[in-house]
């Protein structure tokens, strides 16, 4: 019996504890017509930076953007030998309602992207400083243009997601 009571004591404690914060918590603010504006301005503001109009519909001449489904691998030869992996992701801005054309010319289009990345390796564009903003400039600029070739004017934008290099 001794030993039950300092626990029973714990118990109580600890429950007239939980409850007094659970009664003495302060109240929400009241929502005011001011915060009410100002959350519907900053939910429109993330519609127009979507590109999407009042039903979540996207708008004329706003891209869309196409995440190309699997990453593109780049060996970087030196010296008749691999001297390292370029990984990238691509992402391309094209005309709205033009997804489906993309991924339906997938293969295509990374067949022409590899081809430019294998141009630009070979170039010495993957050595040194290869994520230099006059490197990314050139690679893009092949890349949108071999889309171009394949998609016609359809791509407005070619993003490089993400860029790793690999040595060995």
Do not use: C, W
Request: proline fraction near 7%; avoid cysteine; glycine fraction near 12%.
């Amino acid at each position: 019996m001794g030993k039950l009571i300092p626990v029973i004591l714990a118990l109580v404690g600890l429950g007239g504890g939980v409850g007094a914060g659970l009664f003495l918590r302060p109240a929400p603010p009241p929502q005011d017509q001011a915060s009410a504006a100002a959350d519907k301005a900053a939910e429109d503001a993330e519609h127009a930076e979507a590109g999407e109009g009042e039903e979540g519909e996207p708008r004329e001449g706003v891209p869309e953007y196409v995440k190309l489904n699997n990453q593109f691998v780049v060996p970087v030869v030196e010296e008749g030998r691999v001297a390292a992996l370029v990984v990238l992701s691509l992402s391309l801005g094209v005309d709205p309602g033009s997804t489906e054309m993309v991924y339906l010319r997938e293969p295509k289009l990374r067949d022409a992207f590899l081809q430019v990345m294998f141009d630009h390796a070979n170039t010495g564009g993957f050595s040194g400083s290869f994520t230099d903003g006059s490197n990314l400039v050139v690679l893009r600029t092949g890349l949108k243009e071999a889309g171009a070739q394949v998609l016609g004017p359809v791509i407005t934008d070619v993003l490089i997601t993400d860029i790793a290099r690999q040595d060995s």
